[in-house]
């Protein structure tokens, strides 16, 4: 496994809302470099609302709000000040389900999240990107002859590797991916969880999965996500390395989930 020199994000006292409803609670952690960190636990225990809130996507849903500290290479990315559109080029976010601009082509769905930050650039720099992305994705061996057509056209696992490959493209610090193959055949699954391991020698990957054989395959670490009850908050029951929360959890409420007991 690798070893943590260091922590990316580091995340104190973080507590979520809608509106007035409290989701999650007091979530302390720390997030290390070069690393993949799988988020796990039952549906509805705050996984992926954790998840939003680390590049401020939470905030874009009306009355959401988060107390607490979060920060990136030891910058508070909710102080005052700080431009969320900046955190996300730091943080690139991969969804659920693939996400390509259906119009666009596949060069440009590369190049859409640079050009929303203005960056210029010649054309012949945009293609460099654009190969870079794609290779960087695994993907530009199986598109190179077809950058012009839909990004739409291509088939579910592709799609989502054209998503990546859309958010590496910024060149962030940090990738968020949510899910990301819920949607994808196994083989596609495969390639991905095969890419994961490939980025995370450039960058800090924080995944959420509901698939246990894939936090264990992919993972550096874990944290379980849990409910007490329905309506209470979710929290952050416990937080190790992946090898010993999948042997040895500290917590009974792990064991149980991780053994399949209930969630």
């Known amino acids: ?47 992926s609302t954790f998840l939003r809130t680390l590049n401020r996507m939470h905030e874009a849903i009306p009355g959401a709000r988060v107390e607490g500290t979060v920060l990136l290479d030891g910058t508070d990315i909710y102080g005052a000040g700080i431009d969320p559109v900046q955190v996300r080029r730091h943080v690139g976010m991969v969804f659920q389900r693939p996400n390509p601009f259906p119009t666009m082509s596949i060069r440009d769905n590369v190049l859409a999240g640079v050009k929303l930050n203005s960056r210029r650039m010649s054309r012949s720099a945009e293609d460099e990107l654009v190969e870079e992305s794609l290779r960087g994705a695994n993907l530009w061996n199986e598109v190179k002859d077809r950058l012009g057509r839909p990004g739409s056209s291509l088939s579910g696992g592709q799609q989502q590797r054209l998503c990546i490959a859309r958010a590496i493209a910024v060149a962030p610090e940090v990738l968020l991916m949510d899910e990301p193959c819920s949607a994808l055949d196994p083989i596609s699954t495969l390639a991905i969880e095969d890419l994961m391991n490939e980025l995370k020698e450039d960058y800090t990957i924080v995944i959420v999965t509901h698939n246990m054989q894939q936090a264990a395959r992919v993972s550096d670490r874990t944290g379980f996500f849990n409910l007490e009850a329905t309506g209470k908050p979710g929290r952050l029951v416990e937080f190790d390395d992946t090898t010993t929360i999948f042997s040895h959890p500290s917590q009974q409420a792990t064991e149980d989930y991780i053994s399949g007991r209930f969630g």
């Open 1 to 47: 496994m690798t070893t943590h020199t260091s922590n990316r994000l580091e995340i104190r006292n973080e507590s979520i809302y809608y509106g007035d409803f409290l989701a999650v609670e007091d979530v302390s952690v720390s997030i290390p470099s070069h690393a993949i960190t799988a988020l796990i636990g039952p549906s509805g225990c705050g996984k």
